[in-house]
């Protein structure tokens, strides 16, 4: 399958990006939802967060 260049995969569980960001991990599963539900990441399969749009990512950072 093609690559999507706008797309971006990360190998990380939940409790990684919780670890990761020095977030506990019940903060870092509401955080992950709330960038699902605003199409910035998918995390559907497990294990794994698709980056699927790169520059609100950024801009949340920004502003974090």
């Known amino acids: 399958t093609p690559v999507d260049p706008a ?12 670890d990761l960001t020095g977030m506990t991990l019940e903060t870092a599963s509401r955080v992950v939802k709330a960038l699902e ?7 559907s ?5 698709v980056i699927r749009d790169l520059e609100a990512l950024r801009r949340l950072c920004a502003t974090a």
């Open 45 to 49: 399969r497990q294990g794994t967060l």
């Open 7 to 18: 797309v971006s995969t990360l190998h990380l569980s939940r409790q990684e990006i919780a």
């Open 37 to 43: 539900r605003d199409g910035v990441v998918d995390a």
